[in-house]
């Protein structure tokens, strides 16, 4: 990792779950209104009253609207009536200089060697950060602990905590919206952020954890940075995965006794699913970089299969990521293979057309835009040491292929899922074992 790296995950890291949970709940906000030491200034809204010894500008001045705006949001998430939030109040600090804050009373020195970001009762604490955008991610991170700590009465597992902080911190701002749980398009969007690149680079390492490490992550996991990288993964795909999006629902609406009974009751709850859901959340990794669209890369593994054993003809969608065929194979299987059809895969500035070859003039991981892949994925009975991608073959407009790894055979075009939306037509894939 280069310096410049290092540093932006140094500063990208909201660790605050450990050290929140030895801490004491004894925090409670100064009187509204009382008057501030030299120094420091006050901004506020409905929610929110921010103190900073930094001069005030603009970003400063509208960061009580980005928190009321987020009060929406978090009262949708987790199906709070706003009615019942009208009084609800948060004490902010936004801290350049800790030791101030330390002399002045506002931050109690029991809790005063958090890095970037803490929250306590009703306050929440945010060291300066290098972006702007960054200041306003870890302010809605500790505001999503401090709504999840007031309707919950507790944060839950470590990861449903950091995720959903992560989740729904990740957002946009253009002055007036507020729009919370995005996936970035592109790392300007979100300076500082930098959760796909240390997915990518972990998945390529062969080092990714399975979703159930993540779920069994400890107290003390997220003293690691990835550790909030991987959990913020683990809400994206449990969220939005058919299989999994209604129970993760109500995941956030069962009452919680403490972190393991909630993780129990999701485990016990995704029981006779784990073997599809394993496979699911390996391939959804590969593709889950700046631009993932959930509508168009989540992996269906098809719950009956049939054997391959004469031809078929298949059709794949241009606009989707993998898609399951219904039919398995078997490793050493030889398979011939055609493929036709005229599709596009971008609209502009007019539709592009692509045949199952490929776009020879622009390439994706090295392999030509819209070019037909395959590969084959089956359920796993066993939870594997780390997450795996899937093998891939270049099929092209076809030839004769042999079948490395047994399982359902799958099909998509080559293009990253943050580029599917706008494509549109299908291929026809004729198969013969
Ligand atoms: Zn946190």
Known sequence: MSAILA????FATPECLSQRL???????PRAVGAALPPGFSRVSGTHLDLITDLPLDDDLRELPAVFDAAMAGWCDVFEIPPANVASWRVEAYVMRDRQRFLAAGFLPKEIAHFIN???LGDRLWVNEQPSVYYRRHLLLHEGTHWIMSRKFGGLGPPWLAEGMAEWLGTHRWDGQHLEMGVIPT???????????????????Q????????????SNTAHQQQDAYVWSWAAVVFLKHHPDTAALFSQLLQQPWHGSDASNRWLFTHLRSSWPRIRQQWQVTLSDLDYGFDPQHGLLEL????????????????ATDGWQASGFAVAA??????????????????????CTPAGVQLEYYRGIPLGRLLMSTASTL????????PLKIQQVGDGGEFTITQGGELLFRINESIGGLADNSGTLEVTISP
């Open 117 to 119: 970001g803490f929250q």
């Open 206 to 217: 062969g080092v990714a954890p399975s979703l159930e490490t993540i779920l069994r992550y």
């Open 332 to 353: 050493g299987a030889h398979l011939k293979i055609t493929a036709t059809g005229e599709y596009s895969v971008g609209s502009e500035p007019k539709p592009w057309k």
């Open 381 to 388: 009975q066993h939870e594997p040491d780390f997450a795996r």
């Open 22 to 28: 030895c801490a004491q709940e004894s925090a409670s």
């Open 302 to 317: 098809s719950p009956k299969l049939r054997p391959l054993r004469d031809q078929q003809t298949l059709v794949v969608r």
């Open 186 to 204: 592109n790392s300007d969007e979100v300076p500082y952020w930098g959760r796909t690149k240390t997915i990518q680079e972990q998945l390529s």
């Open 7 to 10: 540093l932006a995950a140094m």
